[in-house]
């Protein structure tokens, strides 16, 4: 949550020509409703619910495509069924201050919900990054590298 995965997927997609989607944008799409809106108006397990239909139809209709998940669609059942896993991971120091020195920090907060609560979602931090790691097939650190070097690497670790 907040690592940049819309930044690199975008940046992979141009440097590579591959398409991409991203899960909450497709869920916001479905829904006619912003993340943060549906996360108020139906809580987190709806959310999480649309998620899993997310990723079910990602697995029988989507093929050749990059995919950017949300910060919790660890979760699904079949995340490992969907392609290669890929883990930008960072400290949770570096990502705060990633989203608050960000020019339009106000409105990267606001759209994650689930950061209105530092110490929640510190915890929140440690449970998915253990779980993702759990799940990875490639991990990059992207702390100490550009986004251009972020994206080489997951090239060369994809065999793209």
Do not use: H
Not at 6 to 25: K, L, P, W
Not at 31 to 57: H, L, S
């Amino acid at each position: 949550m907040g690592v940049g995965k819309g930044t690199t997927a975008r940046a992979f997609s141009n440097e590579y020509g591959t398409y991409i989607i991203d899960t909450d944008d497709l869920i916001e799409s479905k829904e006619n409703k912003e993340v943060k809106k549906i996360f108020a108006k139906y809580g987190e397990d709806y959310f999480r619910e649309q998620e899993q239909t997310t990723a079910d139809w990602i697995e029988s209709c989507v093929t050749g495509t990059f995919i950017s998940c949300g910060g919790g669609f660890y979760k699904v059942n079949n995340l490992k069924k969907l392609g290669t896993v890929v883990l930008l991971d960072a400290s949770f120091e570096w990502i705060y201050n990633r989203l608050k020195s960000a020019k339009n920090s106000e409105a990267k907060l606001a759209k994650r919900p689930l950061f209105s609560d530092e110490k929640k979602v510190k915890a929140l931090y440690k449970e998915r990054k253990k779980a993702y790691k759990a799940l990875a097939d490639v991990v990059v650190d992207v702390e100490g590298l550009t986004l251009d070097e972020q994206i080489a690497f997951i090239a060369k670790k994809c065999k793209v």
